[in-house]
Each structure stands twice: as C-alpha cells, then as structure tokens.
C-alpha cells in the first residue's frame, strides 16, 4: 500500500481508507469479489498495482 500513500501525499488520489476493499473499489470502480480469500486478495492487488502504475506515469503496458 505504499503506492496508495505515495497517491494520497502527493494529491493525486483523494481515498479515504486504505483497506484493501476501499482501495479496489477506489482505482478499479468495482465492488471487491471473493474478498478474504487469498486467490481474491492476490487478484484485487495485481489490479490495484496496475492502475496506481497507470495513474503514476510507470508501466505503462499494464
């Protein structure tokens, strides 16, 4: 969640909570889906990644 913070510091990202939940739903748009399961978690985190990535200017083939 670093990058959240990076985000939410330099003003680029308005979240209010940094649970996982709120996060993917902030960046992604959608409502988290077999949240608290590991395969879930690992999912909603690689989507988390790539649109903070896309939102920083980094990665962009993501």
Same mark, same amino acid.
């Given at each position: 969640? @670093?990058? /959240?913070?990076?985000?939410?510091?330099?003003?680029? *990202?308005? %979240?209010? *909570?940094? *649970?996982? +939940? #709120? !996060? @993917? *739903?902030?960046? !992604? +748009?959608? /409502?988290?889906?077999?949240?608290?399961? #590991? @395969?879930?978690?690992?999912?909603? /985190?690689?989507?988390? @990644? &790539? &649109?903070?990535? &896309?939102? %920083?200017? +980094?990665?962009?083939?993501?």
């Amino acid at each position: 969640m @670093y990058n /959240t913070l990076f985000l939410k510091d330099s003003g680029l *990202s308005n %979240i209010e *909570s940094l *649970s996982l +939940g #709120s !996060c @993917y *739903s902030h960046f !992604c +748009g959608l /409502t988290p889906k077999d949240a608290h399961s #590991s @395969y879930g978690d690992v999912l909603m /985190t690689e989507e988390i @990644y &790539k &649109k903070q990535m &896309k939102l %920083i200017g +980094g990665n962009r083939d993501a």
